[in-house]
């Protein structure tokens, strides 16, 4: 059923934004009961894309769903053939989720088109919103396929991928009335984009600490993701003397620890993270001979990155050989450093200080968004949104509508910002 939360001058944009993410946090919206769990091309997600290409129709777009399975609001401008303006994040999620990750850039950008809409105001170019469908890959291992898709850097659609019901993408395609074979046709041609403006949540605490509403992204940190194999012999728990075992877990830990340590000791902006761990047989009575473990290692620079990982890799390699395990380390993810566009920022900068009266605070994202697929297609800039004490991908992930109408604000002042700059520059 879809749901409707009020165009109406009683309630502020950032009110109806933030409104909008809750009522997308339960099911028909989430594939799960408890908690939000939001999966690529999933009932939840067709639930969602519904919903939310009612509002976009509300706010004065056309819609449609591309070859990839994102939802694309357009609202024209001043001819038909505009180049476009595009505002969007992404509507999939991280399972046990919070509600405002992704989906309130998303609300944002439908009200800024409302606004304008509203006031009947048309631009040199079209305004476009755009719900990625795939940007955490928590359903199947490649995240940000439908921005790559969009950007045109997806080279082929991996043909083998496959959920944990073991759902390839092709069927789930299918299921969702999308053909692969057309999955690529998603490009857009080079030049029919200006700019790419993303709103998210901090998704750290730095705002939050500050008591700023919001913040100006100047980069988005460098990414290695890893997934490792560390091989022992499963035995008897009570029957092989420890100096004769070959623990598959206990060198799993001794590594978890070490990729630990190296990221505390290396340069202030180098994260790494084991998120996931598996391991086999999984009795309380048999030595683990397998574990599978993920790696997630971020800088703000390449170097840095590139750094920590070796040291990283290098350490588990030493520590593997030492204990008599064999060890595989496969690089899945290698996403490089993207810088913000500086005029882009800047504009947006200046429409930060003319909303907030006061100077914006600039950082650097340590976690990923599409804004950083997007750049191989078109100039980008993000505004970020305090979160309550940082939390994110967690049900405790909190904003305020005033903070999201700060945002709001800003988004409609930079809109007509780029307008007047682009209308200058071509009068030269």
């Avoid at 949540?201 to 890893?226: C, F, K, M, N, S």
């Avoid at 939390?391 to 903070?403: G, T």
């Amino acid at each position: 059923m879809l749901s409707s939360i009020p165009l109406s001058p009683e309630v502020s944009a950032g009110k109806r934004a933030v409104s909008r993410c809750d009522s997308l946090g339960v099911p028909p919206f989430s594939d799960t009961q408890a908690g939000l769990f939001r999966a690529y091309l999933s009932p939840a997600h067709a639930a969602t894309l519904e919903q939310v290409g009612a509002w976009m129709r509300e706010s004065g777009m056309s819609t449609r769903i591309d070859a990839a399975g994102n939802l694309i609001g357009h609202y024209d401008g001043l001819t038909p053939d505009a180049p476009v303006l595009l505002i969007g994040s992404h509507l999939d999620t991280v399972r046990d989720a919070g509600r405002y990750d992704g989906a309130l850039g998303v609300m944002l950008g439908i009200e800024v088109v409302s606004f304008f809409h509203k006031q009947q105001k048309r631009f040199p170019f079209a305004l476009e919103v755009i719900g990625f469908g795939d940007e955490e890959g928590s359903r199947f291992p490649v995240s940000m396929l439908t921005s790559r898709a969009v950007a045109g850097t997806l080279p082929t659609l991996p043909a083998a991928l496959h959920d944990a019901a073991n759902v390839s993408l092709h069927d789930a395609l299918h299921e969702n009335h999308l053909d692969p074979a057309r999955y690529m046709e998603a490009a857009r041609p080079p030049g029919t984009v200006l700019a790419y403006l993303e709103a998210h949540i901090e998704q750290g605490p730095v705002l939050d600490t500050l008591g700023e509403a919001t913040g100006i992204v100047t980069a988005i940190a460098a990414q290695h993701r890893y997934h490792v194999t560390i091989t022992g012999e499963a035995g008897h728990a009570g029957t092989i003397p420890m100096p004769l075992r070959h623990d598959a877990l206990a060198a799993a830990a001794e590594a978890i620890l070490a990729i630990e340590q190296t990221a505390k000791d290396g340069p202030s902006d180098l994260v790494a993270t084991v998120g996931q761990l598996e391991l086999e047989p999984g009795a309380p009575n048999v030595v683990a001979g397998s574990v599978r473990l993920s790696i997630d290692v971020r800088a703000g620079s390449d170097a840095a990155r590139d750094q920590g990982a070796a040291q990283i890799c290098a350490q588990i390699e030493t520590l593997a050989n030492r204990r008599g395990v064999s060890l595989t380390i496969q690089r899945q993810h290698d996403l490089p450093a993207t810088c913000c566009d500086p005029q882009l920022t800047a504009l947006l900068a200046r429409s930060a200080r003319r909303i907030n009266g006061s100077e914006p605070h600039f950082l650097v994202s340590g976690a990923g968004h599409d804004a950083m697929i997007m750049a191989a297609l078109a100039p980008v800039c993000m505004v970020f949104i305090r979160c309550h004490k940082g939390i994110s991908h967690n049900p405790a992930e909190s904003v305020s509508a005033q903070d999201t109408e700060k945002a709001f604000e800003i988004m409609v002042d930079f809109i007509i910002s780029f307008s007047e700059k682009n209308e200058t520059e071509q009068e030269f």
